[in-house]
Protein backbone atom coordinates (compact mmCIF):
# COMPACT_ATOMS: atom_id res chain seq x y z
CA UNK A 1 0.00 0.00 0.00
CA UNK A 2 1.20 3.50 -0.87
CA UNK A 3 -0.97 5.27 2.15
CA UNK A 4 -1.93 8.69 1.39
CA UNK A 5 0.16 10.31 -1.66
CA UNK A 6 0.32 13.69 -2.15
CA UNK A 7 1.00 15.40 -6.25
CA UNK A 8 2.82 18.10 -6.49
CA UNK A 9 5.76 18.16 -3.69
CA UNK A 10 6.45 21.70 -4.54
CA UNK A 11 5.26 24.27 -6.50
CA UNK A 12 5.79 28.20 -6.70
CA UNK A 13 3.11 30.36 -7.88
CA UNK A 14 2.40 34.12 -8.48
CA UNK A 15 -0.18 35.86 -6.90
CA UNK A 16 -3.59 35.51 -9.03
CA UNK A 17 -2.70 31.75 -10.31
CA UNK A 18 -5.02 29.18 -9.78
CA UNK A 19 -3.35 25.42 -8.69
CA UNK A 20 -4.97 21.84 -7.99
CA UNK A 21 -3.32 19.79 -5.07
CA UNK A 22 -4.12 16.23 -5.69
CA UNK A 23 -4.78 13.31 -2.65
CA UNK A 24 -4.93 9.90 -3.38
CA UNK A 25 -5.31 6.72 -1.05
CA UNK A 26 -5.54 3.29 -1.42
CA UNK A 27 -6.25 2.68 2.07
CA UNK A 28 -10.18 2.99 1.35
CA UNK A 29 -11.07 5.08 4.35
CA UNK A 30 -14.36 7.00 4.28
CA UNK A 31 -12.90 10.13 5.46
CA UNK A 32 -10.00 12.85 4.28
CA UNK A 33 -8.84 15.88 5.18
CA UNK A 34 -6.99 19.02 3.90
CA UNK A 35 -4.28 20.89 6.28
CA UNK A 36 -2.45 23.48 6.44
CA UNK A 37 0.82 23.95 8.79
CA UNK A 38 2.40 27.12 9.41
CA UNK A 39 5.20 28.15 11.76
CA UNK A 40 4.20 27.89 15.13
CA UNK A 41 0.22 26.96 14.50
CA UNK A 42 -0.06 23.20 14.15
CA UNK A 43 -2.21 22.27 11.76
CA UNK A 44 -5.13 23.59 10.50
CA UNK A 45 -7.99 22.28 9.03
CA UNK A 46 -9.32 23.87 5.52
CA UNK A 47 -11.94 21.32 4.65
CA UNK A 48 -12.85 17.87 4.91
CA UNK A 49 -14.91 15.62 3.12
CA UNK A 50 -16.80 12.13 5.04
CA UNK A 51 -17.63 10.16 1.87
CA UNK A 52 -17.54 10.58 -1.86
CA UNK A 53 -19.50 13.59 -3.12
CA UNK A 54 -19.83 15.07 0.33
CA UNK A 55 -17.15 17.96 1.12
CA UNK A 56 -17.52 20.59 4.12
CA UNK A 57 -15.58 23.33 5.77
CA UNK A 58 -13.37 23.70 8.43
CA UNK A 59 -11.42 25.84 10.48
CA UNK A 60 -9.80 28.09 7.50
CA UNK A 61 -11.80 27.04 4.70
CA UNK A 62 -11.80 30.64 2.60
CA UNK A 63 -9.59 31.18 -0.56
CA UNK A 64 -10.18 26.97 -1.28
CA UNK A 65 -12.69 24.66 -2.69
CA UNK A 66 -12.35 21.13 -2.87
CA UNK A 67 -13.53 18.26 -4.97
CA UNK A 68 -14.00 14.38 -3.61
CA UNK A 69 -15.53 12.70 -7.12
CA UNK A 70 -14.10 9.24 -6.37
CA UNK A 71 -13.15 7.62 -2.63
CA UNK A 72 -9.57 7.61 -3.03
CA UNK A 73 -9.02 11.28 -4.68
CA UNK A 74 -9.41 14.52 -2.46
CA UNK A 75 -8.77 17.77 -4.78
CA UNK A 76 -8.11 20.67 -2.76
CA UNK A 77 -8.02 23.74 -5.60
CA UNK A 78 -6.49 27.55 -5.42
CA UNK A 79 -8.17 30.05 -7.66
CA UNK A 80 -6.74 33.24 -6.83
CA UNK A 81 -3.47 32.19 -4.30
CA UNK A 82 -2.11 35.10 -2.54
CA UNK A 83 1.16 35.62 -0.70
CA UNK A 84 -1.29 34.33 2.50
CA UNK A 85 -1.63 30.61 1.18
CA UNK A 86 2.22 30.21 1.26
CA UNK A 87 2.08 27.36 3.61
CA UNK A 88 2.65 23.11 3.85
CA UNK A 89 -0.60 21.48 2.66
CA UNK A 90 -1.12 17.89 4.34
CA UNK A 91 -3.83 15.67 3.19
CA UNK A 92 -4.98 13.41 5.49
CA UNK A 93 -7.51 9.86 5.76
CA UNK A 94 -9.31 7.87 8.05
CA UNK A 95 -11.65 5.13 8.69
CA UNK A 96 -15.44 6.41 9.81
CA UNK A 97 -15.47 4.39 12.68
CA UNK A 98 -15.32 5.81 16.59
CA UNK A 99 -12.77 3.77 17.12
CA UNK A 100 -10.28 4.52 15.28
CA UNK A 101 -9.64 7.78 15.23
CA UNK A 102 -6.24 7.72 13.67
CA UNK A 103 -5.72 10.26 10.77
CA UNK A 104 -3.20 9.56 8.12
CA UNK A 105 -1.08 11.72 6.70
CA UNK A 106 0.29 12.03 3.04
CA UNK A 107 3.91 13.82 2.70
CA UNK A 108 3.06 17.42 2.20
CA UNK A 109 3.11 19.87 -0.45
CA UNK A 110 5.36 23.09 -0.08
CA UNK A 111 3.17 25.89 -1.68
CA UNK A 112 5.03 29.49 -2.29
CA UNK A 113 2.72 32.32 -3.66
CA UNK A 114 4.77 35.36 -4.44
CA UNK B 1 -13.94 28.11 20.93
CA UNK B 2 -11.82 24.83 21.05
CA UNK B 3 -8.22 25.46 21.90
CA UNK B 4 -5.16 23.45 22.42
CA UNK B 5 -2.34 24.73 24.09
CA UNK B 6 1.15 23.05 23.94
CA UNK B 7 4.06 23.55 26.12
CA UNK B 8 7.06 24.59 26.04
CA UNK B 9 7.27 25.95 22.63
CA UNK B 10 10.71 24.30 22.27
CA UNK B 11 13.30 22.30 24.27
CA UNK B 12 17.09 21.42 23.54
CA UNK B 13 18.16 18.11 25.72
CA UNK B 14 21.36 16.62 25.49
CA UNK B 15 20.90 12.40 24.29
CA UNK B 16 20.27 10.01 27.66
CA UNK B 17 18.10 13.10 29.47
CA UNK B 18 14.07 12.65 29.86
CA UNK B 19 11.32 14.50 28.43
CA UNK B 20 8.11 16.14 29.46
CA UNK B 21 5.58 17.44 26.89
CA UNK B 22 2.39 19.17 28.12
CA UNK B 23 -0.57 19.61 26.11
CA UNK B 24 -3.71 21.13 27.64
CA UNK B 25 -7.37 21.96 26.24
CA UNK B 26 -10.43 23.26 26.32
CA UNK B 27 -12.96 21.39 24.23
CA UNK B 28 -16.62 20.69 24.16
CA UNK B 29 -17.75 16.68 24.62
CA UNK B 30 -14.03 15.54 24.43
CA UNK B 31 -13.80 11.96 22.71
CA UNK B 32 -9.75 11.19 22.40
CA UNK B 33 -6.57 13.20 22.43
CA UNK B 34 -3.80 11.88 19.99
CA UNK B 35 -0.21 12.26 19.88
CA UNK B 36 2.07 12.68 16.85
CA UNK B 37 5.79 12.95 15.95
CA UNK B 38 6.63 15.20 12.80
CA UNK B 39 10.39 15.05 11.55
CA UNK B 40 10.61 16.29 8.45
CA UNK B 41 7.24 15.40 6.73
CA UNK B 42 4.13 13.67 7.85
CA UNK B 43 3.01 13.65 11.48
CA UNK B 44 3.53 10.29 12.14
CA UNK B 45 1.05 8.49 14.66
CA UNK B 46 2.13 7.71 18.16
CA UNK B 47 -1.00 7.67 20.62
CA UNK B 48 -4.59 7.66 21.21
CA UNK B 49 -5.70 8.58 24.84
CA UNK B 50 -9.31 8.06 25.54
CA UNK B 51 -9.48 7.18 29.35
CA UNK B 52 -7.88 9.30 32.13
CA UNK B 53 -5.18 7.61 34.11
CA UNK B 54 -4.47 4.96 31.70
CA UNK B 55 -1.17 5.14 30.68
CA UNK B 56 0.03 4.15 27.31
CA UNK B 57 3.68 3.13 26.14
CA UNK B 58 5.36 2.58 22.86
CA UNK B 59 9.37 1.74 24.18
CA UNK B 60 10.61 4.70 25.40
CA UNK B 61 8.05 6.98 25.06
CA UNK B 62 4.73 6.77 27.50
CA UNK B 63 1.59 8.98 27.45
CA UNK B 64 -1.21 9.85 29.93
CA UNK B 65 -4.71 11.66 29.53
CA UNK B 66 -5.59 13.26 33.04
CA UNK B 67 -9.00 14.38 32.07
CA UNK B 68 -10.11 15.93 35.49
CA UNK B 69 -7.20 18.39 34.87
CA UNK B 70 -7.81 18.84 31.34
CA UNK B 71 -4.48 17.55 29.64
CA UNK B 72 -2.25 14.84 28.98
CA UNK B 73 1.83 14.50 29.02
CA UNK B 74 3.78 12.75 26.58
CA UNK B 75 7.57 11.42 28.01
CA UNK B 76 10.12 10.36 26.38
CA UNK B 77 12.88 8.49 28.15
CA UNK B 78 16.71 8.22 27.39
CA UNK B 79 16.61 10.57 24.57
CA UNK B 80 18.26 10.34 21.53
CA UNK B 81 19.10 12.33 18.33
CA UNK B 82 16.71 10.74 16.34
CA UNK B 83 13.99 11.53 18.93
CA UNK B 84 14.46 15.40 17.55
CA UNK B 85 11.21 16.18 16.02
CA UNK B 86 7.95 18.85 16.50
CA UNK B 87 5.35 16.71 18.97
CA UNK B 88 2.29 17.40 18.10
CA UNK B 89 -1.29 17.32 20.62
CA UNK B 90 -4.51 16.90 18.82
CA UNK B 91 -8.14 16.44 19.91
CA UNK B 92 -11.04 14.67 18.47
CA UNK B 93 -14.92 15.67 19.69
CA UNK B 94 -17.36 13.28 19.76
CA UNK B 95 -19.32 14.33 16.96
CA UNK B 96 -17.50 13.96 13.33
CA UNK B 97 -13.49 13.09 13.25
CA UNK B 98 -12.47 16.48 13.18
CA UNK B 99 -9.03 17.29 14.70
CA UNK B 100 -7.87 20.24 16.42
CA UNK B 101 -4.49 20.52 16.89
CA UNK B 102 -2.15 22.37 19.33
CA UNK B 103 0.82 24.37 18.29
CA UNK B 104 3.45 21.69 18.88
CA UNK B 105 6.53 21.30 20.57
CA UNK B 106 9.86 21.29 18.96
CA UNK B 107 12.28 19.18 20.68
CA UNK B 108 15.99 19.17 19.48
CA UNK B 109 18.29 16.29 21.20
CA UNK B 110 22.31 16.89 21.02
CA UNK B 111 24.58 13.91 20.89
Known amino acids: NAGVTQTPKFRVLKTGQSMTLLCAQDMNHEYMYWYRQDPGMGLRLIHY???????AKGEVPDGYNVSRLKKQNFLLGLESAAPSQTSVYFC?????????????FGPGTRLTVL | EDKVVQSPLSLVVHEGDTVTLNCSYE??????LLWYKQEKKAPTFLFML????IEKKSGRLSSILDKKELSSILNITATQTGDSAIYLC???????????FGGGTRVLVKP
Open chain 2, 27 to 32: VTNFRS
Open chain 1, 49 to 55: SVGEGTT
Open chain 1, 92 to 104: ASSYSSASTDTQY
Open chain 2, 50 to 53: TSSG
Open chain 2, 90 to 100: ALIKAAGNKLT
